[in-house]
Structures are given as structure tokens and as C-alpha cells.
């Protein structure tokens, strides 16, 4: 039977009103068309849809004691709200979400209700409701590229490997999915392809979803998760594994990563690190970071989507480190066109982001170093980004150095007086030519000189005036070849052939090393012997003229020799024999 206070539509109706439209109940009918553009509707009664809806803007409200949605045919609304007091449920199947849902009252799903995504928006629950949302739905999350590993967690309360079924293969030979323990002596990657195995809230996996490199929408289903939850972290100070926990973003919604309130960080770093699968390699791919507003690739940021998962570092210390990280619903977003990653703004703080690849190849690693005054040259877990290397062998690892030997893939310095220098550090699994090549140095300050150095050749490079440097290496890891130097006067860049070279000598008969240098009065003169795998083996700061002997007992082979004064530097190579 049909309450008469119903509305009954037979026939086409547009609703385009930009205000509301107030209602008992709607009913349309079998080929009846509803088509809603804009505006509200508000419903104390119940849904039934046995014709088509459509609902291109604005929000169905349910505003009664006790309501259901139901029909023969399925309505997908574009958002949709349960006001306190209203008790609404689902009971027909096949209804969904485009945008965003928010109960302040209570909406039983009983199975009957899917949060859809698609590339430009991804429906989501809000974390401002009040009240609950009760029984199973599914979730959906849309992938650019569904080749190769993805790091996904759950956003539901008791969610299996099993909901991952349909989206990868749990039978493979190589196995397709992975949880990590940071405990571990080797690489902290541990098999768990048993479709019974849980997805824990907050946890995060890697799912191989084969190698087919198209959009791709996975799905989950459960109860979700709400309000509080927590997670304990740890840092072993295992080789590999170094104190990152794979964790994951535990609602049905986007979460804030820089929120001012709703997260607990004890004994957890700042920075967030992201993984991306290869273009060839299925079982390899590329890691950034995030910290502080600042971003390695220009992709990383403080939004992190629902289902995504992230690596985060357990502080270092006395080992064994036990962390807490805890989250609320403080740190939901309603960012509804979420993407697992995104582009951010343009960086507003003074930077230099640069990168390096192969040449011939698209990709590459990026690291950044920022300027800003509370920082210092050391490692700083408010600050500061460590480095993942990636495991993708055509595409280089690139980080910087802090003061205490950290590899950094994002390095906050504090912006200098005169000069600095920071190492560059470079991970290559394959030989090759490789480029390197600045992507952003426009906030730079225009009396900040910024050059790099390359020790082996002793040359400056101003990479204001060119932002590219090309070189060869074989495969291995290399610290100190490179240093990126920042500098409020230009450095006078000289050859050994050139007349004031003359001041700077240096000579190897056998193993015996002599150092000629004539200084004005009150110059210093730093000297550094480096061998050609780019490794300082001697770093002396002189104050005068004279002739220094040098006691390097260094096997057989060529070494730089590099003499830095307040604004000159000159490189001379040298053999050492027998």
C-alpha cells in the first residue's frame, strides 16, 4: 500500500531549484524519470525507487524517525544526509554514494550500499557526522594505474585478504600480497596471502595487482571504522628495515596528515613516505616524502585518501623505540575528487628540488633541500625527510646528507650567512650516464649562489645559469663525489693551468705527499684529498704559507686534491705509487 502522503511521480520531473524541496516520502514509479540538479530534498518518510533517478548536484536528506530506502531499481545519490533523531535503512540492493555522506542520526547499510569512485571524485563518509553508520558496505578506490604493487589498508573494522580476491591473484607463484614487520633482520616483507588473513585497522599491506597498466577500481567491504583508533609502532634498529612501519589511513574518507588536532605522534617522525609502482617492473618501483609542507616529487602531500597506505619512522633512540600513533576524526577531510596521489600548489618557502636519471629515461628521483631558520645541519624528525631507496633498477636514488651521516630525501637548513655545503649521496643499481637536473629553484633568494660540485673534476657548476650536469658511473653507492654548495658571494672558478694556481701546489713522489701554499696574510686554505670513488680522505684547514707534508699511507692510484679559499677553488690530481 501507498501512504497518501507520499509524493507519487508519473512522470518526467526536474528538480533544479537552488533551496530545497520538503516532502514526506518519494515514491517514483516504474518509468517514471526523477532528475535532480541543484538544491535539497528533505524526506520524514521513506525512498522507494521502482523508475530512474538521477542526481547531478545537491543532497537527499532524511529527516524522519524511521526510514527506509528501497525500490526495484537502484538510486545512486550524489550526497546524502541522516539528520539526528532519523533512523534510516537500506533495504533493497545495489544503492550508492557519488560524494558524501554524513549521518547524524543513524544509517543502517545492511549490505545494500556502495561508496563509489571514479577519476575525478571519490565518495566518502564524513567525519563531522554525529552519529553512525551501521552494518557492511563497499567501499571503492580508483587507481591511475593498476600495474604492480599498490600499499592499501582497510577502512573497516574486520576486513580479510579475501576482500582483495577479486583484485589480485591469491594463488600466484610470486606472492601478492605482503604485510610488513619492522623486526625483521631481512627487508621486513613477510608473505600473507592466506585469504583469512586480517586486515588490521591502521595497518598497511602490498597488493601485487598484476601488470596491466590501466585505471583500475579495487573495492572492500565491511563495517567501517569511526572515532578513535590507535596503533603501536616500533624501531628495532634492523638493518633493512631501519624503524619504518607501514601503516594506512584506517576511514572511509581522506585524512589530514598536518592536522592540528586528532592525531598522537609519540615517538613517531613527521615525515610521510609514499611508494609508486614501475612502468616495466611490476615487482619494483619508486618511494617520496612528505614533511612540513614540503614535498620531494611535487606529488607527495598531506592528504592521504582513504585505503592508501604510507610508510612512517619510529623515531630513533634507545633501542627497542616503542611508538603510539592515534587518530580521530579531527583529521577527516570531505575531499571528494581524491586520487592516491596528487598534485600539490606551487611551493611558496625557499627551495631547491632537484632530481636524477638515467639518461635517455623519463623518470628520476627527486630530493629537496628548504630553508628555514629553526632548522639546523642536523637530522631533525620535525623537519626533515629520510631517504627510501627505490627499488626500480633504471631509475637512480638520490638523497642529501645531514650533519650526522642521515641520507635525507627532504633537508631543512638553516639559510646561511656566508657558505654551506651538502653532500650528495647517489644509489644506482645498473651502470650508466647519468643526469642531474634541477625541477624548482625559483623561491631561492637572488643573492643565494647555488652551484654543484663535482669532486672528481673539481668543477663548479652554477645551476642558476644551468640547471643540468651530466656524468657516468657504474653501478654502486656513492656519498661525497657530489656536494650542492649555497653561497652569498660567486665563486671564483679556476683550472690548475691558470696564473694564480701557482699558489696552491702539490706533489707525490712514491708515497710521500708535499703541500706548497702561498696565502696572503689572514687567508685560509682548506684542503681536501679525495679518492676517485668520491670519498673524502682528508679534510686540513691551514692558516698560512708553507710547505706541509702529508702522511696518507693511500694505496697506488690518481686522487683530486681540492684547495678551497674564500672565494677560489682549485682541484689538482695527483699519483700516488709505490
Request: proline content about 4%; aromatic content about 10%.
Amino acid at each position: 500500500m501507498q501512504p497518501v502522503n507520499h509524493i507519487k511521480v508519473l512522470c518526467i520531473l526536474y528538480l533544479v531549484c537552488p533551496l530545497f524541496v520538503a516532502a514526506q516520502g518519494i515514491r517514483i514509479p516504474a518509468g517514471a524519470y526523477v532528475i535532480v540538479n541543484q538544491g535539497n530534498i528533505v524526506l520524514k518518510n521513506n525512498w522507494v525507487n521502482n523508475g530512474t533517478f538521477t542526481h547531478n548536484g545537491g543532497t537527499v536528506v532524511f529527516a524522519g524517525t524511521t526510514q527506509q530506502i528501497s525500490g526495484t531499481k537502484t538510486s545512486s545519490f550524489n550526497n546524502l544526509t541522516i539528520l539526528s533523531g532519523s533512523n534510516t535503512s537500506i533495504v533493497s540492493a545495489g544503492h550508492s554514494l557519488k560524494n558524501t555522506l554524513r549521518s547524524d542520526g543513524i544509517l543502517n547499510a545492511n549490505n545494500n550500499f556502495t561508496l563509489l569512485a571514479n577519476a575525478t571524485q571519490t565518495a566518502l563518509i564524513d567525519g563531522n557526522g554525529t552519529g553512525e553508520v551501521l552494518g557492511n558496505l563497499t567501499m571503492q578506490g580508483y587507481l591511475l594505474n593498476g600495474f604492480g604493487y599498490k600499499y592499501l589498508g582497510s577502512p573497516f573494522q574486520s576486513a580479510t585478504v579475501n576482500e582483495m580476491a577479486d583484485d589480485v591473484n591469491l594463488a600466484a607463484g610470486f606472492p601478492s600480497v605482503y604485510r610488513h614487520d619492522e623486526n625483521q633482520a631481512s627487508n621486513g616483507w613477510i608473505s600473507y596471502t592466506n585469504a583469512s588473513n586480517a586486515l588490521l585497522p591502521m595497518r598497511g599491506y602490498a597488493f601485487q595487482l598484476g601488470s596491466i597498466a590501466a585505471p583500475n577500481n579495487i573495492d572492500m567491504n565491511g563495517v567501517v571504522n569511526n572515532r578513535n583508533l590507535s596503533l603501536a609502532l616500533s624501531n628495532h634498529n634492523q638493518i633493512y628495515t631501519r624503524g619504518f612501519n607501514l601503516v594506512s589511513n584506517p576511514y572511509p574518507s581522506p585524512i589530514n596528515w598536518d592536522a592540528v588536532t586528532g592525531w598522537t605522534k609519540t615517538n613517531i617522525d613527521n615525515a610521510i613516505y609514499y611508494f609508486d609502482a614501475g612502468t616495466a617492473d611490476q615487482y619494483a618501483g619508486t618511494y617520496s616524502s612528505y614533511i612540513n609542507s614540503v614535498s620531494s616529487d611535487g606529488k607527495a602531500n598531506n592528504t592521504i585518501p582513504a585505503m592508501q597506505g604510507f610508510f612512517v619512522h619510529a623515531s630513533n633512540g634507545t633501542y627497542p623505540v616503542t611508538g603510539l600513533l592515534g587518530i580521530t576524526n579531527a583529521t577527516r577531510l570531505t575531499v571528494t575528487p581524491q586520487i592516491y596521489r596528487r598534485l600539490n600548489g606551487i611551493d611558496a618557502i625557499p627551495l631547491l628540488r632537484f632530481r636524477l636519471r638515467f639518461a635517455g629515461n623519463i623518470e628520476s628521483d627527486p630530493a629537496v633541500i628548504y630553508f628555514q631558520n629553526t632548522a639546523t645541519e642536523k637530522f631533525d624528525n620535525r623537519f626533515d625527510a629520510l631517504k627510501l631507496m627505490n627499488t626500480n633498477a633504471s631509475i637512480p636514488s638520490v638523497y642529501t646528507l645531514s650533519s650526522d651521516a642521515q641520507k635525507l630525501s627532504i633537508n631543512a637548513l638553516p639559510e646561511p650567512d656566508s657558505s654551506s655545503r651538502i653532500p650528495l649521496g647517489i644509489q644506482i643499481l645498473q651502470d650508466g650516464q647519468l643526469s642531474f637536473f634541477i625541477t624548482d629553484i625559483s623561491a631561492l633568494p637572488s643573492n643565494l649562489y647555488c652551484y654543484l660540485y663535482d669532486a672528481l673534476t673539481g668543477r663548479y657548476q652554477n645551476l642558476k645559469e644551468n640547471n643540468a650536469y651530466t656524468f657516468d658511473l657504474p653501478a654502486g653507492t656513492y656519498e661525497n663525489i657530489f656536494s650542492l654548495v649555497f653561497s652569498r658571494t660567486a665563486i671564483l672558478l679556476q683550472s690548475s693551468t691558470e696564473p694564480a694556481a701557482s699558489n696552491f701546489q702539490v706533489f707525490g713522489t712514491g708515497r710521500n705527499i708535499q703541500l706548497i701554499l702561498n696565502m696572503p696574510t689572514g687567508e685560509r686554505a682548506n684542503i681536501r684529498f679525495i679518492n676517485m670513488a668520491g670519498q673524502v680522505l682528508l679534510t686540513k684547514t691551514y692558516t698560512q704559507s708553507g710547505s706541509f707534508p702529508i702522511n696518507l699511507l693511500l694505496p697506488t692510484g690518481v686522487y683530486q686534491v681540492a684547495c678551497s679559499t674564500a672565494n677560489t677553488v682549485i682541484t689538482k690530481q695527483i699519483f700516488i705509487g709505490q
